[in-house]
C-alpha cells in the first residue's frame, strides 16, 4: 500500500470547539478506507479502528536508560529537535503551527482555485497536489513572524510539506520545519512531543487542527478548527488578538487559564 504524504483529518469528523477546546470523539475517528488515492491523504490515525487517545508522559520524559559494558546505568540523551534560538528570537516565546487544515487545505483532486500546485513524487509517478490558502493566513503569519519564534511542525512528509511551506512562507517566518520523522508514533497517531524541542515548556505554545497531535501537552495548546475549503473563514484572523496577548506572557500556562476564563 501506498504510505500517506499528507497528513489529514476528514472533513466529516471534525469536531473542536475553538472556544473550549473541546473534542468530539468523531473528531478522532479514523477515516474508514483507505484506497489507492485515499491512502495519499488519510492515515491520521492506523487502520484498526477508532482509538480516543489516552494521555501519557511523553516518551522523552520516560527514561531512557542504557547499560554500559561495565554495568554502569546511564541515562541517554536524544538530541533537541531545534537548534538553539536565534539572536532575534531570543526571549520571545515558541509556537509551533500545524500545516493541513490550519494553515492550508490540500488535495490531489483538482481544485481549480488552488493558490499553488505542487508536483510530488509518489512511487515513481508525479503527483499534482492542488493546494488552497486559509483566508487570512498571509496576514496571519507575517504578525506571529514579528511576536514569536515559529517553527512549523506537521505530520505530512516532507516531499510535500516542504514545497508547500516554500510558496506559503516567502518572508522566512518558520525558523525550522519538522515533519512526519520527528513526531512520537503513539496509539496510532503522529504526535507532537514538545518536550523534545529543547525549549521551555513555560514559553511554548502549540497551534492545531488535531487535539491528538498535541496529547503530552494538551495546556500548551491553542486549538484552532479544522479548515478545507469555507472563503468566509475568519479564524487566523481572531486568532491573532489571542497570541497578541500570549506573546506577553512570562508562563504559557497560567496566560492560557486566565483566557480560558479558570
Ligand atoms: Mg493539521
Redesign the pocket.
Known sequence: MESSVI???QKEDVQVSPKTGQVSRSALKQPRSCNIFKALFCCLQAQDGPKPPTPLPPPSQQALLETQENGTVVKQHEADLLPEVEAQDQGKICVVI?????LVHSSFKPISNADFIVPVEIEGTTHQVYVLKRPYVDEFLQRMGELFECVLFTASLAKYADPVTDLLDQCGVFRTRLFRESCVFHQGCYVKDLSRLGRDLHKTLIL???PASYIFHPNNAVPVVSWFDDVDDAELLNLLPVFEELSQADNVYTRLDQLRGH
Open positions: 497528513t489529514q483529518v500545524d500545516l493541513d487544515e490550519t492545531d487542527n488535531s
